[in-house]
């Protein structure tokens, strides 16, 4: 049972280009979470998404950033026109259920830099 | 807004050495503290914390949580060198999701051979 995979590990975008940051969560399951760990913070979530729902986006920011599940195939975070602070490592983790407690798992992350 | 602080930031030690993190928090729902260990890649769950006093353990790790003092805190006896990791502390927000969580920065531990 592979873990949570991300995709790519790092990404280098130049600012104004769009960024897309795959994740494809644990074989059953169905929910999935995206944080964000920009230099010297803690990791802050995201979003939430189930399968075709996006269930809490309040951390997502305003404008910008788009998060999906497809019935089919990976998670997809992503980050239209990047500017230099979105350059962060991006987590995503997935569950069973909705709960992030003992039963979630991260994968690897993303780094995104944005020159 | 929830709140956590981990202490120290940073921290070396050598082999062999027992060392103790911190984390502090301020929430007004408290539901659970969770801990991790994050290496240059996924966090990895350590240990979820509910009562106070109780302390879990696996192998040279242990955490207790003190809920008056609203902490909790980490302990790692006879470190390795696999144990250089940033620790961090998280606890679900206090709006009762179990899948936003409120993370600590960090203590970034470096056990030197």
């Known amino acids: 049972n592979a873990g949570v995979m991300q995709n790519p590990r790092h990404l280098v975008r130049r600012r104004g280009q769009e960024a897309r940051l795959r994740c494809s969560p644990m074989?059953?399951?169905?929910?999935v979470y995206w944080y964000r760990q920009l230099p010297e913070e803690g990791l802050k979530f995201m979003v939430y998404?189930?399968?075709?729902?996006?269930?809490?986006e309040s951390g997502m920011p305003k404008e910008r950033f788009s998060a999906e599940f497809p019935k089919e195939g990976p998670s997809i975070l992503r980050i239209q026109q990047v500017v230099r602070g979105d350059s962060a490592a991006y987590f995503c983790?997935?569950?069973?259920?909705?709960?992030?407690?003992?039963?979630?798992?991260f994968g690897q992350g993303t780094r995104l830099t944005v020159v | 807004e929830d709140k956590v602080v981990q202490s120290p930031l940073s921290l070396v030690v050598h082999e062999g050495d027992t060392v103790t993190l911190n984390c502090s928090y301020e929430?007004?729902?408290?539901?659970?503290l969770l801990w991790y260990k994050q290496e240059k890649k996924a966090p990895t769950f350590l240990f979820m914390l509910?009562?106070?006093?109780i302390e879990k353990k696996s192998g040279r790790l242990s955490s207790i949580l003190d809920k008056k003092e609203l902490s909790s805190i980490l302990n790692i006896t006879a470190t390795q060198t696999g144990d250089s990791a940033i620790y961090l502390c998280?606890?679900?927000?206090?709006?009762?999701?179990?899948?936003?969580?409120?993370f600590g920065k960090g203590t970034l531990l470096t056990v030197n051979p």
């Open positions: 983790a997935s569950s069973p259920n909705r709960d992030m407690n003992t039963e979630a798992f």
């Open positions: 074989k059953g399951h169905s929910h």
């Open positions: 998404l189930q399968k075709e729902n996006i269930i809490d």
């Open positions: 929430v007004t729902n408290f539901r659970s």
């Open positions: 509910t009562s106070s006093g």
């Open positions: 998280a606890l679900p927000d206090s709006g009762g999701s179990n899948y936003k969580l409120t």
